[in-house]
């Protein structure tokens, strides 16, 4: 199933631009204070280094990942989800816009 | 005053992506059913058309504007903002990301 909206946030209206723009996002927090970001990944193949872990969500589109240290990839579609360690990297390759929620912790 | 945050919303989760990525902006929606969205301009220069009136305010980094039929360009920066008539269309050009809210109507 996919996650189409997400209520009761708060929107850090600052995106966060990454790789040139290849990767926007934007900050959530929700009422309890856990943080969350949408965002979304155009066409390219990108290396990720996470400080927490993280749990991407594919919202629609879809992309291919693997973690560090992994030589296979894996496709993910809208309702997917694939969790990655922290203090990790993860590759990521999309060739459509590939639509997500990172979900922290 | 910046708008940096914006609360009890609820954000619609995939992405719209104009311009082959030049423009990314994510939908929100107030509790009163008022609809927005934040968004993220690269450098490029674009013409939006526009259905209903917008008004455009600059949440972060800077734009250069101009409405259809006008000659000259004014500058919008963190804080500012400007107004679209609907059925017509404006230019933007950007040089550094150019964060924004869009209020419709």
Known sequence: MTTE???????????????????????????DGTRKSVGVILPAQLTFETAAPEIMECV?????????????????????KFSVPGSSSFEIRVTEPYHYICHFG
């Open 60 to 80: 629609a589109g879809s992309c291919e990942w693997r973690l560090k240290g992994q030589a296979a990839w894996t496709t993910s579609r809208a309702g997917d």
């Open 5 to 31: 909206q997400i209520d009761g946030v708060t929107v850090t209206t600052q995106a966060n631009v990454y790789f040139d723009g290849k990767c926007v996002s934007h900050r959530i927090t929700l009422a």
